[in-house]
């Protein structure tokens, strides 16, 4: 029976829409999902491994790094290892104050490596220019002479690890779906509790916000990016203007899959477990820290936005915990619901990731999180004037300006 008070109603009105929402998702998730390519599976590995080497087209894969000598020399390494048979490497330093030049320099050195790797040392930005360091540094390696011919170009980070069949396999998988853009979930590489908390949230959170099985479909609004492998035919990557178009984008990598989106050409995405790792931060503070640079961006920078983002946040994440406490009697059971739904997505997620079910208790901890993270990235970036990103503050009303969406 339904409670009859006012209170009750409301609260129990609240718990429906809450429940629906998830419900719906879940669901979505479960028939969507099935329906991705997994990368680490037959008969992606045998059609790798059979091509001819001739027949593979010419890729370029860009590294930027900017202060990462403690991850590049793998990152290089695990690329120029890989079993692809045309292949170029772009490392680009980004104005870096450690090492990193210098690993990238040794690497090149090595007469076993240096053929297959180009290495662009960037001092500054351009002065009449507007750009963001990372985007410009891809931008640059794109650009250069190793990427001048090349069919495909890949995009990724110097904290980025690859397995030897990595590009073979998304290379096939994009030459046999047509696709002009085609992204690889990576598989993160987690140490402690707290970071582990954070992502196992962020993989919910993605999965509630993103419908990652219908960005094929070309009457779909959805559309993807993953900074870790973004694959763009050239011609594609030339056809919405480059990086030029994205000089100032703090979200670059989503920002390049929706103008991929936007001007009608394939996107995919695949699975492939183990092929693409890499660890996004130490902790869960390092992950509160790590997205302050960019969270406001959620909000394109506005405050009120930014303000209306934590509330939809915490009215997702949080509302089935607090209702599951708050609210009366029967009430309870639509919240209870929600969170029985939340818990399995946490079940079916640890099926695909490292991140054992468990983790599910953790959830309403890792969303208090980001609420504050949002809140924090928001009222950094409004003190400072602009966004700190590896040591350079960009102007807030630059990044406005150059913003195009």
Not at 100 to 113: A, F, P, V
Not at 171 to 183: G, L, N
Not at 243 to 267: C, H, N, P, S, T
Request: glycine share 8%.
């Amino acid at each position: 029976m339904v409670p009859s008070s006012g209170a009750a109603i409301a609260w129990w009105c609240v718990g429906v829409c809450v429940a629906s929402l998830w419900a719906v998702r879940v669901v979505q998730a479960l028939i969507g999902f099935r329906s991705l390519a997994r990368l680490e599976e037959e008969p992606w590995i045998s059609v790798a491994r059979e091509r001819a080497a001739a027949t593979w087209p010419k890729l370029v894969v860009v590294v930027p790094a900017r202060n990462e000598a403690e991850s590049v020399e793998r990152c290089l390494r695990t690329l120029l290892d890989t079993t692809y048979p045309r292949l170029r490497v772009v490392a680009v330093d980004d104005r870096s104050s450690d090492a990193t030049g210098e690993i990238m320099e040794k690497l090149k050195r090595e007469h076993s490596l240096g053929a297959a790797l180009e290495v662009l040392h960037i001092n500054e930005l351009p002065k009449d220019e507007d750009w963001l360091g990372k985007t410009h540094a891809m931008w640059r390696g794109a650009a250069s002479s190793a990427a001048h011919d090349a069919q495909w170009v890949l995009f990724t980070d110097g904290d980025v690890f690859f397995h030897p069949e990595a590009l073979t396999r998304a290379i096939a998988y994009a030459e046999s779906e047509r696709a002009d853009h085609v992204v690889v979930f990576p598989t993160m590489m987690l140490e402690t509790m707290g970071e582990t908390m954070m992502i196992a949230l962020f993989q919910t959170l993605f999965i509630f916000e993103h419908r990652a099985w219908r960005v094929s479909d070309p009457q779909a609004r959805d559309f993807i990016g993953v900074g870790a492998f973004n694959l763009v035919r050239r011609s594609a990557y030339e056809g919405i203007g480059t990086y030029e178009g994205l000089k100032m984008a703090v979200l670059d990598d989503m920002r390049l899959g929706e103008r991929i989106k936007r001007a009608g050409f394939a996107q995919r995405v695949a699975y492939g477990r183990d092929l693409v790792r890499l660890r996004w931060a130490k902790g869960a503070m390092g992950v509160v820290r790590g997205l302050t640079k960019n969270a406001f961006a959620l909000a394109d920078f506005t405050w009120w936005r930014a303000l209306g983002l934590c509330l939809g946040v915490a009215f997702v994440l949080l509302t089935p915990y607090a209702g599951a406490v708050f609210a009366p009697g029967w009430a309870k059971a639509p919240f209870v619901l929600s969170i029985a739904v939340i818990w399995a997505m946490y079940a079916g997620m640890s099926r695909e990731t490292e991140i054992a079910p468990g983790y599910m208790v953790t959830h309403p901890v890792a969303a208090g999180l980001f609420v504050y993270t949002i809140v924090r990235s928001m009222a950094v970036t409004m003190a400072r004037g602009g966004v700190e990103w590896r040591g350079t503050v960009y102007p807030l009303e630059t990044i406005r300006k150059m913003q195009q969406y």
